[in-house]
Structure formats: structure tokens, C-alpha cells
């Protein structure tokens, strides 16, 4: 009965080598999120999706790019990893943007490498 | 600009222990409040979500509370386990919808 499903769990990239991280979910829930996480800190939004309307945080680097073609898939596009991309990725979901509750559930997040 | 502070950044008890972790946030205008569990290497466990409104919620052994007024917000954990051990993370959501993470207090039980 998984909710928020992230493929893959570990990727591997070498450096400049586009990557595509994927996340799913069975909630039907209007948003997705990404956020990245490096070691030992916070997670850091990069951006959203409030159904098929795209926000991207001021800071998010334009080597990150996201897609969602349908409700339920949500993919992290990374055109040329750099080594400081490697990072825990986690994939979100809420019902709306505000409000209550709007819980945020989280996937099992994609743990990436850059070699 | 929302900044979330946890205190301590790691702790370590012996197992039986009640402990209180804090989160404080520098702006008040917030629409919730939610504690995570992260195990090593993996994603995020949603524990307690508090609304601005509420003052505390309860699940078990954890009891979470929000002082909005005075940005502060404690995860109460009661009779502590070996299989508590993670990091726990208190996110506060803002306008638009995102949530802005502390960094986390790693905990340790010992047996």
C-alpha cells in the first residue's frame, strides 16, 4: 500500500551525464514536491507542482528541471550532475497548498551519486 | 525570511528516558507544523502535524506542542526505545504551500 514511490532508491551518475529521477503516487493528490537533501542537513524545496502548474524556488539551479505528465508521476530531470548534486532526493505530496491539513507525504527518496 | 532551529543536535539517552526535543522558527505566520522521523539513508516518516490553530496533538508516545506566539514548538517522546533511534525533524509549512526544515536532532537509546 505504498503512497509516494521513488525510482530509482540509488542511482549512480558520472559527471555531466544527464539523469531522471521518478516519483508516483496512488493519494491523487493535486501537488508534488521535490526537495533535496545533502548530507546532514535539512531538505531544501527546489520546486512544485500544483497540478500541472510549475513554481521553482528562486534558488533552484537551472541544471534542475521537473516534469508531470499526468496526476500520479512526477519526474526530477538534472541535465549535467556537478559533484556537489549528490544528495538524498525526496518526492512529496499534498492535497492543496494551504489550508488544513495539507499534510506533506514523502516517498523513500533516491539517494544520488556522482562519480 | 523563515528560519527553524532544533536544539539539541544530538542527544543520547539510556533506554526508559521521557525526553522533550524543541524546534523554534523565527516567523509566526505559519499554517502548520509537522515532526518527521529519518532513518539512515532514508526518506521521511510523518509523526505529528499540528494546525496553527492547535496547541498540541498526541500519537502514542509523542505528544508534540506549538507556542505560535512565541515560535516554539517540543516533541515529547514518553518511556524512549532502542527503536527510537533516528533523527527527528520539525518543518514549519508557510505561504505557498512549502514546508522550511530544521536540521534535525539526531537521537540515540541506548539499551
Known amino acids: 500500500d505504498a503512497m509516494v514511490i521513488q525510482n530509482p532508491r540509488y542511482q549512480v551518475t558520472q559527471f555531466g551525464k544527464p539523469v531522471t529521477l521518478s516519483c508516483s503516487q496512488t493519494?491523487?493528490?493535486?501537488?508534488m514536491y521535490w526537495y533535496q537533501q545533502k548530507s546532514s542537513q535539512a531538505p531544501k524545496l527546489l520546486f512544485h507542482y500544483y497540478d500541472k502548474d510549475f513554481n521553482n524556488e528562486a534558488d533552484t539551479p537551472d541544471n534542475f528541471q521537473s516534469r508531470r505528465p499526468n496526476t500520479s508521476f512526477c519526474f526530477l530531470d538534472i541535465r549535467s550532475p556537478g559533484l556537489g548534486d549528490a544528495a538524498m532526493y525526496l518526492c512529496?505530496?499534498?492535497?492543496?497548498?494551504?489550508?488544513?491539513?495539507?499534510?506533506?507525504?514523502f516517498g523513500p527518496g533516491t539517494r544520488l551519486t556522482v562519480l | 525570511k523563515q528560519e527553524v532551529t532544533q536544539i539539541p543536535a544530538a542527544l543520547s539517552v539510556p533506554e526508559g528516558e521521557n525526553l522533550v526535543l524543541n524546534c523554534s522558527f523565527t516567523d509566526s505566520a505559519i499554517y502548520n507544523l509537522q515532526w518527521f522521523r529519518q532513518d539512515p539513508g532514508k526518506g521521511l516518516t510523518s509523526l505529528l502535524l499540528?494546525?496553527?490553530?492547535?496547541r498540541e496533538q498526541t500519537s502514542g508516545r509523542l505528544n508534540a506542542s506549538l507556542d505560535k506566539s512565541s515560535g516554539r514548538s517540543t516533541l515529547y517522546i514518553a518511556a524512549s526505545q532502542p527503536g527510537d533511534s533516528a533523527t527527528y525533524l520539525c518543518a514549519v509549512r508557510v505561504q505557498g504551500g512549502k514546508l522550511i526544515f530544521g536540521q534535525g536532532t539526531e537521537l540515540s537509546v541506548k539499551p
Open positions: 512529496a505530496t499534498s492535497r492543496g497548498l494551504a489550508g488544513a491539513p495539507n499534510e506533506q507525504f
Open positions: 493519494l491523487n493528490h493535486n501537488v
Open positions: 499540528i494546525q496553527s490553530s492547535q
